[in-house]
């Protein structure tokens, strides 16, 4: 193989995270021609709805693995958290290290300098996850929808149409904003609001009869799939879509692959934590993190979980 084509979403963003990809790619592999095509999905379409109210999962992949699977690109770059967690059908995942920031941010209006806990402070986002969290940690604000990509939020953000708005770091770094911005970012620590299974980690998809297989083999990184499996775990056992307000987080320390993770009522009134790790063991690390996020997953079940999660879909359907 001498030509190699990347699929990906046409955002800024994407195209980013594309970039790093291919300069990882470029240092093995010099000779390797590489081009990028740009693919529309139906979540770049669809800009205004709320994405719990599009429904439906993968959004913004589904296109991309049909070009894949139809052999008009190679290998697909996503953000992990946009990807299902159920497995995709004929093709195959892998996770590049290193993980970006997993937090979320804060930014704030130029010109507004309260606090997020006052009465009446319209926080913008589009995520349930971060919506119950914020109602949970902030009951006096009002959390608004807001959709778009980075620069969009960002604009309307400046339009006064919000006081604040919540970012995930990762995005703002890989497009070289958290530096212009620092003045007017705070980052939220994952104890305060747990980010989403897989947040600030790529991934990248191919056929799983792909040739390729071998030459990408080197750009996975064990550590950090492990720990966003386990992420995905929790979730997926939980039979919950990206789009519910389930948020989990693994790192390793100590010798332990550690997750915390929750389910909250969008109301944020009723949350559901929990928390565990298993002694990591790297050539076990598929089986273990698979454990770590269904055992947690059950222990969620156990405290009420699934009441939360029944009602959330049940208010969704409407
Ligand atoms: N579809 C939203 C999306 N998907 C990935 C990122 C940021 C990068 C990441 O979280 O890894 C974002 C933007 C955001 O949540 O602010």
């Known amino acids: ?42 979540g770049d379409r669809v800009t205004e709805t709320p994405l719990a109210r599009i429904g439906g999962d993968g ?37 590049p290290g290193p993980r970006e920031d997993v937090r979320d941010v804060l930014v704030r209006r130029r010109d507004f300098l309260g606090s997020p806990a006052e009465p009446g402070v319209r926080i913008g986002t589009c995520s349930l996850r971060r919506t119950a969290q914020l109602r949970a940690l902030y009951p006096q604000a009002q959390i608004l929808p807001l959709r778009g990509n980075v620069d969009t939020r960002l604009r309307k953000l400046e339009a006064g149409d919000y006081d604040l708005i919540v970012l995930a770091a990762a995005g703002l770094r890989r497009l070289g904003l958290s530096e212009g911005l620092a ?44 720990a966003t499996s386990a992420e995905r775990a929790f979730m997926r ?43 990591w063991h790297a050539e076990q690390a598929p089986r273990l993190a698979a454990q770590l996020g269904v055992m947690l997953a059950e222990q969620a079940l156990a405290q009420g979980a699934e009441e939360i999660i029944a009602e959330i879909r049940a208010a969704s359907t409407v």
């Open 237 to 279: 056992h939980l039979g919950a879509g990206c789009y519910l307000p389930v948020a989990a987080h693994a790192w390793l320390a100590d010798g332990r692959l550690h997750l915390r993770a929750l389910v909250i009522s969008l109301d944020g009134r009723r949350v559901v934590r929990v928390q565990g790790s298993v002694a």
């Open 59 to 95: 959004i913004f992949v589904t296109e991309i693995e049909r070009a894949l699977r139809a052999g008009v690109v190679d290998l697909a770059v996503h953000s992990l958290k946009d990807l299902p967690t159920a497995p995709p059908e004929g093709l195959l995942v892998m996770v």
């Open 183 to 226: 003045d007017r970012l705070e980052c939220l620590p994952v104890e305060m609001l747990l980010p989403a299974p897989g947040q600030g980690a790529l991934a990248l998809e191919l056929r799983a009869d792909s040739e390729l297989l071998p030459l990408l083999a080197p750009l996975n990184d064990v550590e950090v799939q492990a």
């Open 1 to 42: 193989m001498n030509r190699l084509v990347i699929g990906t979403r046409a955002s800024k963003l994407a195209l980013a995270q594309t970039q790093t990809v291919i300069a990882r790619l470029q240092q093995l592999y010099r000779e390797l021609e590489i081009v990028i095509e740009p693919i529309h999905t139906h």
